[in-house]
């Protein structure tokens, strides 16, 4: 399954502008890809292993602004539908194999 970060951060101030660059940079740590401006994924193995993940987010969010997880099937992942723009090389790897060794 594949877990989706979204999130809208202000970037107004010095301080919310030095928050969302450590926030994106926890989810690149944390193994987030970037699929669009200010949408990363992830692909996990289950449930649990998506909530060890929800839990280290918890521990780095921002102040202010909004952030949201969904976790969604490979399926439904794949199901996705691209109006403009193109799938990306990590996406089209993962997505057309049943195991992936990294």
Known sequence: MRMLCMFDLPVDTPQE???YR????????????????SVYYRA???????KRYETAIKRFLPVHGEVRLVSVSEKQFSDMQILVGSRSN?????GSKELVII
């Open 17 to 19: 502008r030095r928050q």
């Open 22 to 37: 450590i926030f994106r940079k926890e989810l690149l740590r944390n193994g987030f890809t970037m699929l669009q401006y």
């Open 44 to 50: 996990v193995q289950n449930r649990a292993a998506g």
């Open 90 to 94: 990590q996406e089209t790897i993962v």
